[in-house]
């Protein structure tokens, strides 16, 4: 079986991965949803789930223009460093999620 791009598959394969690393860790899906409203303008309780993550960037209703303030690395990579704006806007969320599942108090995490 090939393996799927993260850009095709559907939020609804995603979003609970990012959840349960979250919960993992002590921390909620409410967090979750705040830091993902944050980033890019959805409330997830209204989220078509069945839409791709490159929708879901895509048509990001208010990405939040502060998103650049976000750096650190992701699985080895420099968010910062990112050139593929899609992949960066994906590593982005990633990274909030990370420092949401690692403690990093809400105030920090919402620069």
């Known amino acids: 079986m090939p393996r799927q791009s993260v850009f095709d598959m ?6 609970p ?7 993992k860790k002590g921390r909620t899906k409410a967090e979750v949803d705040e830091v993902t409203a944050w980033l890019t303008g ?3 309780s209204s989220v078509d789930l069945d ?3 490159t929708e879901f960037f895509n048509n990001a209703p208010a990405y939040n223009p502060r998103a650049e303030m976000i750096t650190g690395s992701v699985c080895g990579v420099k968010v910062e460093t990112i050139e ?3 992949m960066k806007k994906i590593r982005q969320l990633d990274k909030l999620v990370d420092e949401l599942a690692k403690g990093k108090p809400m105030e920090k995490i919402l620069r």
């Open 10 to 15: 559907k939020v609804s394969k995603v979003y």
């Open 17 to 23: 991965l990012l959840v349960a690393k979250a919960e």
């Open 42 to 44: 959805y409330d997830m």
């Open 51 to 53: 839409m791709t993550y």
């Open 84 to 86: 593929d704006p899609l």
